[in-house]
């Protein structure tokens, strides 16, 4: 096999090892949801080795959707940091084979603590399962690895299984994109999630007119916007319509000569699309791709025209 082959094939195996996990989504996986969901401290996850880097990452997913939670070496518990676990925590342990002996060793202690435990594991018959309130069953049938050794299949499945308790979790918590703001307020993630129309749109020199405006003028204000469109407005500054460079040119291509001697209300949109000032500029986005427009208006409860966001606004 050349190094191509083998790099598929092992994409392939993992993604085996994937679709296998879905059988073992049972009562267990529920009973782990609802203890972490009723926990009223934080979900403590800890395992070792390769098991640990995934299980520090499901803490971090954990902790980003809205549940509680951090990673801790089972080593260091011996050092202390048992003292950070309460009997309103709940323990997530992982272990591919069930019998790391650094996790085994602190079990007692979270059992006569009363601290509920959760294992994950891909040894449902492991002492690890045994103890746990619950067990999540991981297993694979064989590692990505040629020589079955090295742990890919089996933390790919681990990772995903973590995913998928998150996500649960989400949905029972019914965890909504401001939630997801709240805890990614820094970087572009979080500037989407809570950016307003209000902080992007233009308000000042837009293009407007009145719907007796002749189309001559109105493309001289459209073009002068740089907008690549124009807004009718009666005389209480209330939007009535639009127009957009389309717009113009099917005017032109229809009515030739005869263009000038039109008005923007021959052509306009009437009761075009708008939103308030506080509206995100996801939902902005959102508009935008449903109704295939490259604006929308910004009004107030008057249907007063404050300002208009475009697509390059929507990217600041």
């Given at each position: 096999?050349?190094?191509?082959?083998?790099?598929?094939q092992a994409?392939?195996?993992?993604a085996?090892?994937?679709?296998?996990?879905?059988?073992?989504?049972?009562d267990q996986?529920?009973?782990?949801?609802?203890?972490?969901?009723?926990?009223h401290?934080k979900?403590?996850?800890?395992?070792?080795?390769?098991?640990?880097?995934?299980g520090?990452?499901?803490?971090?997913?954990?902790?980003?959707?809205?549940?509680?939670?951090?990673?801790?070496?089972?080593?260091?518990?011996?050092?202390?940091?048992?003292?950070?676990?309460?009997?309103d925590?709940?323990?997530?342990?992982?272990?591919?084979?069930?019998?790391?002996?650094?996790?085994?060793?602190?079990?007692?202690?979270?059992?006569?603590?009363c601290?509920?435990i959760?294992?994950?594991?891909g040894?449902?018959?492991?002492?690890?399962?045994?103890?746990?309130?619950?067990?999540?069953?991981?297993?694979v049938?064989?590692?990505?690895?040629?020589?079955?050794?090295?742990?890919?299949?089996?933390?790919?499945?681990?990772?995903?299984?973590?995913d998928a308790?998150?996500i649960?979790?989400?949905?029972?918590?019914?965890?909504?994109?401001?939630?997801?703001?709240?805890?990614?307020?820094?970087?572009?993630?979080?500037?989407?999630?809570?950016?307003?129309?209000?902080?992007?749109?233009r308000?000042?020199?837009?293009?407007?007119?009145?719907?007796?405006?002749?189309?001559?003028?109105?493309?001289v204000?459209?073009?002068?916007?740089?907008?690549?469109?124009?807004?009718?407005i009666?005389?209480e500054?209330?939007?009535?319509?639009?127009?957009?460079?389309?717009?113009?040119?099917r005017?032109?291509?229809?009515?030739?000569?005869?263009?000038?001697?039109?008005?923007?209300?021959?052509?306009?949109?009437?009761?075009?699309?708008s939103?308030?000032?506080?509206?995100?500029?996801t939902?902005?986005?959102?508009?935008?791709?449903?109704y295939?427009?490259h604006?929308?208006?910004?009004?107030?409860?008057?249907?007063?025209?404050?300002g208009?966001?475009d697509?390059y606004?929507?990217?600041?």
């Amino acid at each position: 096999m050349t190094a191509r082959q083998y790099g598929i094939q092992a994409i392939r195996d993992e993604a085996e090892a994937l679709n296998s996990l879905i059988s073992k989504i049972d009562d267990q996986f529920d009973k782990a949801i609802e203890l972490m969901y009723s926990c009223h401290g934080k979900v403590i996850v800890t395992g070792v080795g390769k098991s640990g880097h995934i299980g520090a990452k499901i803490a971090a997913t954990f902790s980003s959707t809205g549940t509680p939670s951090f990673f801790i070496n089972p080593l260091d518990v011996y050092h202390g940091d048992l003292g950070v676990m309460t009997r309103d925590d709940v323990v997530l342990a992982i272990s591919n084979s069930g019998q790391t002996d650094e996790l085994l060793r602190f079990i007692p202690l979270l059992l006569h603590s009363c601290i509920p435990i959760i294992a994950m594991t891909g040894n449902p018959d492991s002492l690890l399962a045994k103890y746990a309130n619950c067990h999540i069953n991981v297993m694979v049938k064989r590692e990505a690895c040629p020589l079955n050794l090295a742990p890919t299949s089996s933390t790919t499945a681990t990772l995903a299984m973590g995913d998928a308790l998150a996500i649960a979790l989400m949905q029972k918590r019914h965890f909504m994109p401001q939630d997801f703001a709240h805890f990614h307020p820094g970087g572009e993630l979080g500037k989407r999630l809570l950016t307003t129309a209000s902080d992007v749109m233009r308000s000042e020199d837009l293009p407007v007119f009145n719907e007796q405006t002749k189309l001559g003028q109105a493309i001289v204000l459209v073009s002068e916007g740089k907008l690549g469109l124009g807004v009718a407005i009666d005389a209480e500054k209330k939007i009535i319509g639009i127009i957009t460079d389309g717009d113009i040119r099917r005017a032109i291509e229809r009515w030739k000569a005869e263009f000038f001697d039109h008005t923007v209300g021959d052509i306009m949109t009437r009761h075009p699309k708008s939103v308030s000032c506080d509206t995100k500029i996801t939902e902005i986005q959102h508009i935008m791709q449903r109704y295939k427009i490259h604006s929308v208006l910004v009004s107030d409860k008057e249907n007063r025209l404050l300002g208009v966001v475009d697509h390059y606004r929507c990217m600041l």
